[in-house]
Structures are given as C-alpha cells and as structure tokens.
C-alpha cells in the first residue's frame, strides 16, 4: 500500500513489520529530510499506527547533527540574523581642539573631508608652492626694472610739479595735501606694508558678514582636509577672524617694515612675503598629515615669522623689547632663539592655541633666506631680466620686408 504526501511529489513506501526496519528508517529519513527542505508545514499521515513526527523522532540523525541541519534549513528559508547596528563616527577631537581657539572661526566638521590617501593631499599643495615662490621672485625682478626706468622720468615729473607748486597759490586746509603729507613723511617700508595692512583689514570686515561665512572658510582657511587645497594657503595668509590676533600680527609687522626693506628691497621683500605666506602654510599642511591633527589656520604669522627671523638673523646684536614689557630688552638672537624653542614644543607637544608649525617654517624660512636665499635667488634674476629688457625693447621694424 502508498500512501502519496500531498504537495511534494514524493512516495514514501510501507513494509511489513517484524522486518525491513532498515528500508523503513532508510525511506523515513528521506522523507524528514524532504519535509525539511520544503519550508513550510505538509499534512503527513499517520503511517503503521505511528505519526510522521514520532517516526522522525526515533529514527533521526544525533541531536548534534540535528540541530547543525536545522541551522542550516533555517538560512535557507530565509531567517537571518539581525544586521549589526552602525555607530556613527565619533567626531574628532583633534578638530574640535581648534574650535575652542578663539582665534580661528567656529567651523563645522563636514566642512572638511579627510582623504583616505593623506599623502596624495601634498602633491598639488608642493607644485603650488615652488610654482607660486618662482612666479613671486620673477615679477619682484621684473617689478624692480620697471621701478629703475620709471624713476628717471618721475625724476623730471617731479621737477615740473615743484615748479608748479611753487606757483599754485597754497590752499589752506586741503585734506589730500594732509594726506599727502603724511604719506611722504613715510618711509619706504611702511608705504611698502600700508597696502598689506589695508587687504588684512579689507578681509577681516569680510569675515563679519554672516552670507560669507562659508566662502571664507572654504578659501581664506588653510586645512589639508578641505576640498580647496592651494589657493587658502595664499589667501589665509591676510584673513584673520579676531581683532586681536589681526592687530598684533600689523603691529609686528609695521615695526619691523623699515629695518626689512632696507635690507632686501621693495620688491624683494614682496616676493618673501607672499612667498613665505605660502611655504609656512605648506609646512603645516605636511605636519597635519604627518600627525592626523587636522583643523583650520589663519592668519598673517607664518609670513611675518619670516620678516622677524630674516632681520633678527641679519642684525642679531639688535635690541628688541616686548610691547607691554618696554622696561626689559633682550638681543634678537636671543629672541630668535626662544621663538623656535617654543614654536618646536608646541608643535611636538600638540599645541592648538597657535599653528606653530606655520610659526617654525616661516621662521626657519627667514634664516635660510638671509643665509643663502638671496645669493642663490635674488642674485641670479639677471638672465630672466635680459629677456624682458629684449622683449620691451626689441619691437618688429615697420615697413620691414625679408632681406
């Protein structure tokens, strides 16, 4: 007699009792094992007086195998486990470390995207910077010619207008003339860092209208971890987002403008400007990769780090004294000396309160600058200065026919 399983297609043959127990658990096994792999609960009729599911119970694998095969069918039916839950990134503590310095804006962290590749963020920041420190040196040679030849014929201009003066009836009062006064009591270092002081002022104005606040972090804050890497390490260099920070950096700034132009020049001292603006800013970036403390820098310091040291190294036996401590002075050797001794602390030490590693590159910058920048630099412009002089003097001949 068969006895046919409804939905399965499957036979399960019954023998005679007293004998064929083998046959019987041989064919109850497949049909338990059929049932299983069906996933889903079968009508089984009772067979030989017992049930299927007593059957299976006394003729089923261990209890191990068992339950390795249910583990099995249960995965294959569809029951899986639970999905681990996803904590979300822990800010970091790094970044927040720069928002608690009053001298840099509060920014947020999605404002910035760590690469997953920190040292691939330094290749456009170096092209930029020995491209930017080449083009800085040759306008400032360039700069330099057209300056020479101008003055010859402002040295005429000049006579003829004395001679005006002399003869325009004065005018009490004019406010151009004051200004003009003042202008020209001057000396060359300060008109050179008037229009500098005037662009961080202009920036500074900026950052106090609330529309802009996203456009002068992405570009007037220097961070490796933001999307825009080489134009913030020339524009931060005259950003600064407090009053304090901005009037110190100028006040340092215009006391050492005399003593710096008067040693390099207009001209060149620009291009160490703006090229130490830059080269500072790299040299933080390579110490935030390095350490994986990334965050935002601002300011002028880096650039005016290098005015310090390029004169401190130039006149060393010079007295300099601190502004609210006028009673005590001190060597500028010294004073160099115990700026890099404490902008190296805090920088191995981790310091947020100022970005020293832009301090200690501007610094280290200016001594190499003095040492042997300008014989290996400066000294040099002369063939990049004939090509020009050939260019502006050498014009094609009208009328000229090939010879």
């Given amino acids: 007699m068969v006895l046919p399983r409804p939905g399965s297609g499957f036979r399960l043959g019954?023998?005679?009792?007293?004998?064929g127990g083998a046959e019987v658990g041989k064919m109850a096994w497949r049909g338990w094992t059929q049932r299983g792999w069906s996933c889903g609960q079968a009508w089984i009729p009772p067979v030989g007086g017992r049930s299927y599911e007593e059957l299976t119970a006394a003729l089923a694998p261990s209890r191990l195998l068992r339950r390795r095969f249910n583990f099995f069918i249960q995965q294959k039916c569809g029951f899986r486990k639970a999905p681990r839950k996803v904590e979300p990134r822990r800010p970091d503590t790094s970044s927040e470390a720069y928002k608690r310095s009053a001298l840099i804006p509060p920014v947020e962290e999605t404002a910035f995207y760590p690469s997953p590749y920190p040292i691939r963020t330094l290749v456009k920041p170096?092209?930029?910077?020995?491209?930017?420190?080449?083009?800085?040196?040759?306008?400032?040679?360039?700069?330099q010619y057209e300056s020479l030849k101008s003055k010859v014929q402002s040295y005429f201009d000049g006579i003829k207008a004395d001679w005006l003066d002399s003869i325009r009836p004065q005018k009490e009062g004019d406010f151009r003339k004051e200004i003009n006064k003042w202008w020209n009591n001057l000396s060359?270092?300060?008109?050179?860092?008037?229009g500098i002081i005037a662009a961080n002022v202009f920036v500074f104005c900026l950052w106090r209208v609330p529309s802009l606040q996203r456009t002068m972090i992405r570009y007037f804050t220097s961070n490796p971890a933001s999307k825009v890497l080489c134009s913030p390490m020339l524009l931060s260099t005259f950003s600064h987002?407090?009053?304090?920070?901005?009037?110190?950096?100028?006040?340092?700034?215009?006391?050492?403008?005399?003593?710096?132009?008067?040693?390099?020049?207009?001209e060149q001292f620009m291009a160490v400007y703006l090229?130490?603006?830059?080269?500072?800013?790299f040299v933080s970036y390579v110490c935030k990769v390095a350490t994986g403390r990334y965050g935002p820098s601002l300011?002028?310091?880096?650039?005016?780090?290098?005015?310090?040291?390029?004169?401190?190294?130039?006149?060393?036996?010079?007295?300099?004294?601190?502004?609210f401590l006028p009673m005590f002075t001190f060597t500028a050797g010294n004073a160099l000396k115990a700026i890099i001794a404490m902008d190296t602390a805090g920088m191995i030490l981790g310091w947020k309160f100022?970005?020293?590693?832009?301090?200690?590159g501007g610094a280290l910058f200016g001594i190499w600058y003095i040492t042997y920048g300008h014989e290996l630099i400066w000294k040099n412009r002369e063939p990049l200065?004939?090509?020009?002089?050939?260019?502006?003097?050498?014009?094609?001949?009208?009328?000229?026919?090939?010879k």
């Fill in 126 to 143: 170096l092209f930029f910077t020995v491209g930017f420190t080449g083009c800085a040196f040759g306008s400032a040679a360039i700069w």
């Fill in 299 to 323: 300011g002028a310091s880096g650039a005016i780090m290098t005015v310090l040291a390029a004169v401190c190294t130039k006149i060393p036996e010079g007295r300099l004294a601190i502004i």
């Fill in 14 to 19: 019954l023998v005679r009792s007293g004998h």
């Fill in 275 to 281: 090229s130490a603006g830059v080269i500072s800013n």
């Fill in 188 to 194: 060359d270092g300060q008109r050179t860092v008037t």
């Fill in 385 to 402: 200065v004939k090509i020009w002089h050939e260019m502006r003097t050498n014009s094609p001949k009208k009328g000229g026919g090939s």
């Fill in 354 to 360: 100022f970005d020293h590693a832009a301090h200690l």
């Fill in 241 to 266: 987002f407090s009053l304090f920070h901005m009037a110190a950096n100028m006040y340092v700034l215009w006391s050492f403008s005399s003593s710096i132009v008067n040693i390099l020049g207009q």
